[in-house]
C-alpha cells in the first residue's frame, strides 16, 4: 500500500485559491496603517518628569559611590508598615 501520493495535484490548493482572487479584490488595494494619538505621542517624548528622575538617579548614583548615601531606617519601616496593613 502506497500512502505518499494520496493528493498528488503538484500546487498548493490555497494558492489557487489566493490567485483566483486577487484580481479585483477590495481587500488587496487596502493597507494597514497606524494612529497615535496625541496624547502617546507626548509619552514618547522626554518630559519634564523624566529630566527630573534622571537628576534623582544621577544624585543617588554619585552619594552610593562616595559613601554619603545614608539609609532612613525609619522612614523605610514606617512605608513597609504602611503597605501590608493600612491598605
Given at each position: 500500500m502506497r500512502?505518499?501520493?494520496?493528493?498528488s495535484m503538484g500546487v498548493n490548493p490555497y494558492r489557487r485559491h489566493i490567485d483566483k482572487g486577487s484580481g479585483d479584490n477590495k481587500l488587496a488595494s487596502k493597507q494597514d496603517h497606524v494612529e497615535?494619538?496625541?496624547e502617546a505621542k507626548?509619552?514618547?517624548q522626554h518630559s519634564q518628569w523624566w529630566v527630573e528622575r534622571q537628576n534623582k538617579v544621577?544624585?543617588?548614583?554619585?552619594?552610593?559611590?562616595n559613601g554619603t548615601y545614608k539609609i532612613d531606617a525609619d522612614a523605610v519601616a514606617k512605608s513597609i508598615y504602611d503597605f501590608y496593613f493600612k491598605n
Open positions: 500512502i505518499n501520493n494520496i493528493h497615535i494619538s496625541d507626548e509619552l514618547q544621577r544624585a543617588l548614583k554619585e552619594q552610593v559611590q
